[in-house]
């Protein structure tokens, strides 16, 4: 994915997959890290992520989705190098959504070291997904 440095406006390829945290090639500041993931790549892309990840589980036809993704994209350009925003299509991953017992969508979960520390279904605003995450950063959810 090529992602725009919020800080010197410079584009660079980010990697769905990498150790560390992904940082501007000029400027070397942290980068947002916004990735995709499905069935076969998830445990690579989220669950052995270097970072805490915010996964949002969507679906292309949900309006509500369609309302929080920017909001998240927003979150993970406002906490680069502090969380990875992994989207998971459920109609394309179809294991993940009986994994994780998807019944509403958009679902949120919050995975550190590959494990669920919060989970929330539903559309929210900005500034309440922004405290969610925030306290589940901090092991309070």
Partial sequence: MIVQCPHCGTKNRVPAVADG???????HRPLPWIADAGDDDFADVAERASLPVVVDLWATWCGPCRMVSPALEQLAREMAGRIKLVKVDIDRAPKLQERFAVQAVPT?????????????AGAAPAPALRAWVEKALAGDA
């Fill in 108 to 120: 949120l979960l919050v995975l550190r070291d590959g494990k669920i520390v919060a989970r929330q």
């Fill in 21 to 27: 945290v992904p940082n501007c090639g000029n400027c």
